[in-house]
Nanobody, 133 residues
Framework: QVQLVESGGGLVQAGGSLRLSCSAS???????????MGWFRQAPGTEREFVAS????????LYADSVKGRFTISTDSAKNTMYLQMNNLKPEDTAVYYC???????????????????????WGQGTQVTVSS
């Protein structure tokens, strides 16, 4: 079983920055192995939506149009940690942010980067990000 733990959320004014972290671990004696990781978010009264994802094999990335140019996803493989640097935050970025990872060490092809919610099997508990205007 894989455990994902998010941190770094909080309250920030519009135009400010936050960095979210997601620490991944496998059960005792096992190594966390997943070919990708991703961030999703859910605002009150809305469905959970894709934010960004990254391949752990070639570090290719995908972003939702709403965050392109403002958010940057990255990983530190040695630490099994993923980050989301969020700059120029807007009130509409307010949501609970979830870390997620698919099962498996390989995607459908070498450069594949998942972005659909049903492609991710492991989820964190979420961290609240609130952006005030």
């Amino acid at each position: 079983q894989v455990q994902l733990v998010e941190s770094g959320g909080g309250l920030v004014q519009a135009g400010g920055s936050l960095r979210l972290s997601c620490s991944a671990s496998a059960r005792t004696g096992r190594t966390f192995e997943s070919y990708a990781m991703g961030w999703f978010r859910q605002a009150p009264g809305t469905e959970r939506e894709f934010v960004a994802s990254i391949s752990r094999r070639n570090e290719g990335t995908l972003y939702a149009d709403s965050v392109k140019g403002r958010f940057t996803i990255s990983t530190d493989s040695a630490k099994n940690t993923m980050y989301l640097q969020m700059n120029n935050l807007k009130p509409e970025d307010t949501a609970v942010y979830y870390c997620a990872a698919p099962v498996g060490t390989y995607g459908p092809w070498a450069e594949y980067i998942p972005q659909r919610e049903n492609e991710f099997n492991y989820w964190g508990q979420g961290t609240q990000v609130t952006v005030s205007s």
